[in-house]
């Protein structure tokens, strides 16, 4: 059964700092992975989408790799800006189903 | 383009009462996904239509709740009776699905439901 866990559950770092956030899951045999954003009582933004027979995808900021031998995936934020304060999600295509992490909440300190 | 509509965003009920949540996917997405999110967890699937059929309603607790997507477009998802433990915020949401996998999914912003 595939599981998924992120690790930390919150995060706070100053301004200006690059981070890396960690999504990490059992079963190997994915169809893609995706990281979402939610602000606080909002739904959930689609931020990339990873195809398991990519390595990384990129988008301004962002970048997500995925190693699927290991079961990893992490976000990398540069430059990070208050702005980027959010809950970060992944979710793991398996089995036609999405199988979610519990998510990273992401406090950026001006 | 549009994005995924959902109604009402906020609703307060007592326990026992029913509510019905709508939601509008984005046009010509063949996918729709009700999600149940507590507070500090991910979202949990609760049903998955692939136009007006169900894919997967595995967890969808059947004696209370129950949904329908009407001609393949919107859906409605109600529960009844209500329970303390189904406050929670509802998410809809939807893909395109061409292909293999469930594809980029689109969420509405959620109805939250607070049951007293």
């Known amino acids: 059964k595939q599981e998924v866990t992120q690790i930390p559950a919150a995060l706070s770092v100053p301004e200006g700092e690059n981070l890396v956030l960690n999504c990490s899951f059992t079963?190997?045999?994915?169809?893609?992975l995706q990281w979402f954003r939610q602000d606080p009582g909002k739904g959930l933004t689609s931020l990339l989408l990873i195809q398991s027979s990519q390595r990384e995808q990129t988008s301004g900021r962002l970048n997500a790799s995925l190693d699927k031998s290991s079961g990893r995936s992490t976000l990398y934020i540069a430059a990070s800006q208050p702005g980027d304060s959010a809950t970060y999600l992944c979710a793991v295509d398996s089995n036609y189903q999405l199988i979610w992490g519990a998510g990273t909440k992401l406090i950026i300190k001006p | 383009e549009a994005g995924v509509a959902q109604s009402p965003r906020y609703k307060i009920i007592e326990k026992r009462q029913s509510v019905a949540f709508w939601c509008n996917p984005i046009s010509g997405h063949a996918t729709l996904y009700w999600y149940q999110q507590i507070l500090g967890q991910g979202p949990k699937l609760l049903i998955q239509?692939?136009?007006?059929?169900?894919?997967?309603d595995s967890q969808l607790p059947k004696d209370r709740f129950s949904a329908e997507r009407l001609k393949g477009v919107d859906s409605t998802l109600k529960i009844q009776p209500a329970k303390l433990e189904d406050s929670a915020v509802y998410l809809c949401?939807?893909?395109?699905?061409?292909?293999?996998?469930?594809?980029?999914?689109?969420f509405g912003e959620g109805s939250r439901l607070t049951v007293l």
């Open positions: 949401a939807s893909s395109f699905r061409g292909g293999r996998g469930t594809g980029e999914l689109f």
């Open positions: 079963d190997s045999a994915i169809y893609n």
């Open positions: 239509f692939q136009n007006n059929g169900v894919v997967d």
